[in-house]
């Protein structure tokens, strides 16, 4: 088989896909509004990156947003004017842009005004087997009820609501409910062990805490009950503890006075005519997601509203192509921004659906099987589960009927020309893929394909709309067809609002603006080819992304050096330049100590219970010392840099090194890898 090279053409799409898309619909609506004619997709993405105001208000118009704005936007045509630019985006400075001042709505609101009958959620999982279908009208129900329960419980705008809870009907009712009265959500995966929950969930005091009693994984039962006691003890603005019954074991109930059933609360309210949403300001924070650095606690970054509405609606509207009658996927769980990102798809009055269980039990099979039984339109998953479709030499096209499928989506990390080929010639040869790449911090993919481009082996096909990427060089200048770090030039609704608890926003600032002054470095590095397409080679920074759940380096070294035997560490992923690599944990044993491999499973054990099975360390590696710099910063990007085959004095000098002889053993150890 000739090997397939990055930039093959595989697919391209035909005249009938390009004119009865979303995306000519809306070319027409602009063109029409402004009077103006768009040839291509790249004049559409230069008018949308350079009259950033006026693109984000026809997104509003185009979709018709539920909410309301200054009287002054309702007309974008002749009369726009810098008046009605202030009215959008207050000032382009980043940080500090603000949007659509004086203007409301609500996320809530917008994703639940669809027809009742209409179906909302299909959901599927290995605690209930039975694919069920849920419309908009019964969703809108179970939003109420529990509405009235957050309301019971005191929970007003503004209060933070959490959960310890998998990708299932209740876990998406209780955050629409949430959202409906203009509380702040936050959620985290019940795969994720007790430190990695209460070092999110302690930073923003939630008041309500949302969990399931354990859930079924691998065909394994997991239980949670001691978690959810241990992760309340440690979280005293606590009001209440609501607990759902997911496992089907009524063995695991927990005994406090904190803890209320889920079923016995909604079903103990009065049937009301739906529920009531709360227009709040545009910015009013909608939820907050965590993206961990390097040092300290991870990030709780806060996303308004307005700003997600509008994002979502572009990117899953535009750019997936999807729209009511459509059946929406992404595996995922409630730690991935992808969960936030696939309920999106309510805005559209696009149905979603979730799963929550192994994607590999029995078997590999087991979500091209969903994809059939549920008639799925756009499949969403992570460039590891396709590679680990090619490597088990599936063919799902020809053992499930997939002629419901349309598109096939693919993040987390960069997919590779072989795994492109593997779709067109497994899945079939008619789908758009897309590989996309975005990140929690603005809960979207920036970089995307459409339903106008063709699709190129190893090639992201496009910046996407309001998205405006240049690569840098070191010395801040923007390049082209090379590798360069990933920049965003002008401000997104979605970018945060804040980080919580950083009131000076002294953390925001030094996390995404302070490397070139004025723009967002996204901590990416990307290639932009003339052609506009582009190609991503994994993370210039030192957060460690697997299976689309990023872990900052801190969170290892609380759990790592806990061990006497370990008096410092060193964690570091591999992957580079469109390889993937290995996660590898340095680490100085005491003397007197060995790292045994009893050690070395004790370890790891306690990084799969407390932060994720995803990262476990490939390796666990002894050594002398830990590279740092004269103010004592672990050198963790350097040593990255130089495991991936750089030369030593390129990446850094000795000088900067506490200790310049901490070296010596990394380079010896990158040439002998």
Not at 7 to 25: A, F
Not at 316 to 325: A, E, F
Not at 339 to 346: A, H, R, S, Y
Not at 548 to 564: C, H, L, N, P, Q
């Amino acid at each position: 088989m000739d090997l397939v090279q990055e930039g093959d053409l595989l697919r391209s799409p035909t005249e009938d896909e390009i004119q009865n898309s979303r995306l000519k619909e809306f070319q027409g609506f602009i063109e029409s509004s402004l009077e103006k004619r768009f040839h291509n997709y790249e004049e559409l993405w230069s008018f949308s990156t350079t009259e950033v105001e006026l693109f984000w208000n026809l997104i509003w118009e185009f979709f018709h947003v539920k909410g309301s704005k200054p009287g002054q936007l309702e007309n974008t045509g002749k009369s726009w004017s810098d008046t009605h630019r202030g009215l959008v985006l207050s000032s382009r400075q980043m940080p500090g842009a603000r949007w659509f001042e004086g203007s409301s709505c609500n996320y809530a609101e917008n994703a639940l005004s669809h027809p009742d009958d209409q179906v909302a959620v299909l959901c599927q999982s290995e605690s209930r087997p039975e694919l069920k279908s849920y419309t908009y009208g019964e969703l809108r129900a179970e939003v109420a009820k529990i509405q009235g329960c957050l309301k019971d419980l005191g929970v007003s705008a503004g209060d933070r609501v959490a959960a310890y809870a998998p990708n299932i009907f209740e876990t998406l009712a209780f955050f629409l409910a949430s959202a409906s009265i203009g509380a702040i959500w936050s959620s985290c995966s019940p795969d994720f062990g007790i430190s990695a929950v209460v070092d999110r969930f302690a930073q923003i005091e939630p008041k309500v805490l949302f969990a399931v009693d354990g859930y079924h994984y691998g065909g394994k039962l997991i239980p949670r009950t001691e978690e959810i006691g241990a992760i309340a003890q440690a979280l005293p603005t606590l009001g209440a503890v609501v607990v759902l019954n997911y496992s089907g074991n009524s063995s695991h109930k927990l005994q406090s006075g904190k803890v209320l059933d889920y079923s016995s609360l909604v079903s103990g309210q009065h049937q009301s005519s739906g529920p009531y949403f709360e227009r709040i300001d545009f910015s009013h924070p909608l939820w907050i997601l965590y993206s961990s650095g390097t040092t300290g606690l991870p990030k709780p970054i806060v996303q308004s509203h307005g700003g997600i509405i509008l994002e979502h609606l572009k990117a899953i509207g535009l750019h997936l192509d999807l729209r009511p009658g459509d059946r929406f996927f992404w595996f995922t769980t409630t730690g991935w921004m992808m969960w936030n990102f696939l309920i999106g798809g309510l805005l559209l009055g696009v149905t979603a659906v979730l799963y929550d269980g192994s994607p590999g039990f029995p078997d590999l099979n087991r979500l091209w099987e969903l994809a059939e039984s549920a008639k799925i339109t756009y499949f969403g998953t992570s460039a590891s589960f396709i590679q680990s479709c090619q490597k088990a030499g599936l063919h799902p096209g020809e053992e499930f009927n997939l002629s419901s499928l349309r598109g096939v989506g693919s993040t987390g990390s960069p997919l590779s020309p072989e795994n492109f080929r593997w779709i067109y010639e497994n899945i079939s040869p008619e789908l758009q893929l897309a590989s996309v790449s975005g990140g929690t911090d603005v809960c979207t993919a920036f970089l995307g394909s459409s339903p106008w481009h063709p699709c190129k082996a190893g090639e992201i096909a496009a910046r996407c709309l309001g998205c405006k990427i240049s690569a840098y060089d070191e010395a801040g200048g923007s390049v082209l067809d090379q590798v360069g770090e990933l920049v965003i030039e002008e401000p997104m609704p979605s970018m945060p609002l804040q980080f919580w608890n950083d009131p000076d926003g002294s953390k925001l600032f030094e996390a995404y603006y302070s490397y070139f002054p004025g723009k967002w470095r996204h901590g990416d590095w990307i290639k932009i080819k003339p052609s506009g397409a582009c190609v991503i080679y994994g993370r210039s920074d030192s957060t460690l992304n697997r299976g689309g759940i990023r872990m900052g380096t801190s969170d290892f070294y609380r759990v790592i050096e806990s061990f006497d035997e370990i008096s410092d560490s060193l964690v570091v992923d591999t992957s580079h330049l469109g390889r993937e690599g290995e996660l590898i944990a340095f680490v100085v044993v005491n003397p007197q100590c060995q790292l045994t491999s009893g050690l070395i499973g004790a370890i790891k054990a306690k990084i799969r219970s407390e932060l994720s099975p995803r990262h476990v360390p490939d390796r666990i590696v002894p050594v002398p010392s830990i590279p740092r710099t004269i103010n004592g910063k672990k050198m963790e990007i350097p040593i990255k840099r130089i495991l991936c085959g750089e030369e030593p004095e390129k990446v850094l000098a000795k000088g900067a090194l506490s200790d310049p002889n901490s070296l010596d053993f990394y380079i010896g150890y990158t040439k002998e890898s």
